[in-house]
């Protein structure tokens, strides 16, 4: 049987956070009443001009550099024509044979291999409207707020053998922009989006095979989903004797399946032409050199930096140095007790089960990195056990706070006193004979029952270490 090699390449579109459009002042603010940001520019009315963002070629220019790209000096819009209802203008101003940025790459880790994958180009373009799909109206919508939005569109060469390779490609890229502080990166509401281009060839064989393109995948998981099922949809059809047809494919992630849209378009269905309304960007450089002055720590730079200064596992350096805003609240928590490690299990486990429940961000979280540290010192200097800092972690993140005053004023604070603690012990060996006859006996494990009962004596407040320490000594004699 034939063995396939999998061929990917990958088309991300990137919204950038400018606060106004491409071309015109409307606001980008998603979310606003259909059809309330837009203007006589955006929806493409005759005789109106367009007016770069200095902004947007900024925010794309910083991303070009932090992959690696050569940023060109000279870049040209062009007119991408297609008919759709929702773009007004009759075509999309994008980027063509002059984009403003190409030849870089981004590295990746899969299986704990580093693999190479080149970018091809990164340019900009605008972004087309919404079309609204009403089965009880039987009619459709068209909303022209997200059109003119800024984009950019990171092109990859066709480097990526398997879904994994991909989904870590798109991870790498997605943290990249968040990072820079250029795309919030929020794939539902279309932020961050990805088209693939997939197709399979025999093992050995040079000439790529005939390639399918995928579109409407809003998450990692449906990203990686779609790609397996395409697969082995063309694998199939190989095996069957037909060809695979070029073709632009729907995923449904509810069936798990691709579903034909239309056939592929090339590059000469879109007639480019440079745009007339809007003059070559050229770019001096200086501000070129300004830019990457400002570009911040890279997230793998982040992450070996956390590995080397902090002793972290390489997970956990991974998840905390790929968030920017995790990143700079782990190291404020750092600053205020320096327990890396601790406050690092702290944040993996607490912190990010009550982040995702609650659905908000680290930066929007009421529990300072300071209170979390303090949460963690007191545990360290036994004013609570562990066990009691998980159960008070919930109210902790809610209200915010001091954890010492919150121990302090609920009644909680471990009892280290040894003479206290001796009676504690005292009284449930006494009360159980039998146990005690039975950890002489050799049955070591009735140490857990003691601990119990002297925790219920206690409310829970005894400091388990002592009381460990208290009950060796005792039994043991």
Known sequence: MTQYETVIGLEVHAQLNTESKLFCPCSTSF??????????????????????????????????????????????FARKNYFYPDLPKGYQISQYELPLAEHGHLDIEVKGETKRIGITRIHMEDDAGKSIHSASDNASYVDLNRTGTPLIEIVSEPDMRGPEEAVAYLRELHAILVNLGICDGN????SFRCDANVSIRPFGQEEFGTRAELKNMNSFRNVQRALEYEIERQKDLVEDGDKVVQETRLYDADKNATFSMRGKEEAHDYRYFPDPDLIPIKLDPAWLEDWRKELPESPQ?????????????????????????????????????NEPKMIANWMLSELLRELNQSGIS????????????????IIDEGLISGKIGKQIFPELFTQGGSAEAYVKDKGLVQISDTSALDAAVDEVLAENPDEVAAYKGGNKKVVGFFMGQIMKKTQGQANPKLVNEILAKKLNT
């Open 187 to 190: 794939m539902e509401q279309g």
């Open 362 to 377: 680290v930066s929007e979280c009421k529990l300072t990195p300071e209170a979390l540290a303090e949460l963690v010192r």
């Open 301 to 337: 730079a982040r992450k070996q930096r956390f590995l080397d200064q902090y002793g972290l596992p390489e997970d956990d350096a991974l998840i905390l140095a790929l968030d920017r805003a995790l990143a700079q609240y782990y190291e404020a928590a750092v600053s205020a007790h």
């Open 31 to 76: 979310g606003q009443e259909p059809n309330t940001n837009v203007c006589e520019v955006c929806s493409g009315m005759p005789g109106v001009l367009p007016v770069l963002n200095r902004t947007a070629v900024e925010y794309a220019a910083k991303m070009a550099m932090a992959v690696d790209c050569v940023v060109n000096e000279h870049s040209v």
